[in-house]
């Protein structure tokens, strides 16, 4: 069964500085995708940035960054210039081409410091 | 806003009631997925219809049931609720279970049994 492993439970960064939250997963299969869903204190769930597995390319959207490494199952999400909105909980998760179901992992809580 | 709508947004039962929470998907999409939130389970997937039929289940517990509707609404029944229960109900829908596409999240129901 696959898993998804967020070792980070909290992080913190100062505005306008650069933070890095980590992400390992398990899986036999070689096709898949992979996600960073961010959660702020309303509790709605946003797409933030996906990664499809079989593209060596790291994906990025404005700010947002991965750093996707298949052979390591490793799907690291760097923020770049990190503004107060960015204060959040970041959920790392992945999706099987079976099923479709969504597996998370269990959070990191970002604070951003003024 | 994601374009998918749950109601009601709070509900606050007794144990042993039965409640029904309600999902509009997305404008075209014909794919449904149940999640749970809650604080010892994290988020966990409970299950995805796919255009009326039932696609895939999770961690859902027998007191549970879902289905989805002709007009491809949602609703996720539970009944002889337990403290445990208490949690966010997320309802997210696609274009389709297909791997490339994004699932986008409703607001959820906060459910607190008491």
């Known amino acids: 069964a696959q898993t998804v492993t967020q070792s980070q439970p909290e992080m913190s960064v100062q505005e306008a500085e650069t933070v890095t939250l980590s992400c390992t997963y398990d899986?036999?299969?070689?096709?898949?995708?992979l996600f960073w869903y961010k959660q702020p204190p309303s509790r709605q769930m946003i797409l933030v940035i996906r990664q499809e597995a079989y593209k060596q390319q790291n994906a990025t959207e404005n700010r947002f960054s991965v750093n996707f490494q298949k052979a390591a199952k490793s799907f690291s999400l760097k923020i770049s210039d990190s503004q107060l909105g960015d204060a959040a909980m970041y959920f790392c998760a992945y999706r099987s081409p079976e099923g479709g179901k969504l597996i998370f992992g269990q959070g990191t809580e970002l604070s951003v410091k003024p | 806003d994601s374009g998918v709508t749950q109601t009601p947004k709070h509900l606050i039962t007794a144990t042993g009631q039965r409640v029904t929470l309600r999902c509009s998907p997305r404008?075209?999409?014909?794919?449904v997925y149940w999640y749970q939130q809650s604080l010892d389970q994290g988020l966990q997937f409970l299950i995805q219809y796919y255009n009326g039929e039932e696609r895939a289940k999770g961690n859902i517990l027998e007191r549970f049931s879902a289905q989805q509707f002709p007009d491809l609404h949602s609703e996720l029944n539970l009944s002889s609720l337990e403290l445990g229960d208490s949690a966010l109900y997320f309802c997210?829908?696609?274009?389709?279970?297909?791997?490339?596409?994004?699932?986008?999240f409703g607001p959820g129901t906060r459910l607190t049994v008491l």
């Open positions: 899986t036999s299969e070689s096709d898949y995708y």
């Open positions: 404008s075209g999409d014909l794919s």
């Open positions: 997210a829908s696609s274009v389709s279970p297909g791997l490339a596409h994004t699932q986008y």
